[in-house]
T-cell receptor, first 116, second 115 residues
């Protein structure tokens, strides 16, 4: 079973629209971190945010906001007033407590296209 | 500061040839990962190095793939007798410490094309 599910393979929005990227995770651990990464056309994945399992506070950073809900095992990412520069592939990741690579799981990514 | 550096950025090779891909992690980062990203696909874990510990090779797809990390710094991923299905972008990432709360810092990747 997938540890991290990003059901939306591709999304297209018109500039200035809001868009939410979904991420659902699965774990039996009580201690874990969730991450979002952005991969622009240049190819380099860029770390955006991490959230630990004990902190369900939503976070806002400029036009970006994240909604973490343990009750639904979701960590959704919303971009407000989207811009063309937001066009990228976005990856959600889960890291379970531990120090090995076998504790880190990526979703398959959501490709966001913002149309001018 | 300097990020994760990968070379070459692009590599075209003929089927059956060997290739070496290089990763120079951020100085001081103890953990190093290799991932493979095929066209339109997610990240496929290949191998993980942590300090002087034995690497986690559980993601290597076949014995044609191997990797080394010398002196706890630079890493080389070697693919022997390349096949067309090896065509992909190979991403390297490092993190300052092992542990589940450490974000990864990625390089730009090496795009490998096997003809």
């Amino acid at each position: 079973a997938q540890k991290v599910t990003q059901a939306q393979t591709e999304i297209s929005v018109v500039e200035k629209e809001d868009v939410t990227l979904d991420c659902v995770y699965e774990t039996r651990d009580t201690t874990y971190y969730l991450f979002w990464y952005k991969q622009p056309p240049s190819g380099e994945l860029v770390f955006l945010i991490r959230r630990n399992s004990f902190d369900e506070q939503n976070e806002i950073s400029g036009r970006y906001s994240w909604n973490f809900q343990k009750s639904t095992s979701s960590f959704n990412f919303t971009i407000t007033a989207s811009q063309v520069v937001d066009s990228a592939v976005y990856f959600c990741a889960l890291s379970e407590a531990g120090t090995g690579a076998n504790n880190l799981f990526f979703g398959t990514g959501t490709r966001l296209t913002v149309i001018p | 500061g300097a990020g994760v550096s990968q070379s070459p950025s692009n590599k075209v090779t003929e089927k059956g040839k060997d290739v070496e891909l290089r990763c120079d992690p951020i100085s001081g980062h103890t953990a190093l990962y290799w991932y493979r990203q095929s066209l339109g696909q997610g990240l496929e874990f290949l191998i993980y190095f942590q300090g002087n510990s034995a690497p986690d090779k559980s993601g290597l797809p076949s014995d044609r793939f191997s990797a080394e990390r010398t002196g706890g710094s630079v890493s080389t991923l070697t693919i022997q007798r390349t096949q067309q299905e090896d065509s992909a972008v190979y991403l390297c990432a490092s993190s300052p410490y092992p542990g589940y709360n450490s974000p990864l810092h990625f390089g730009n990747g090496t795009r490998l094309t096997v003809t």
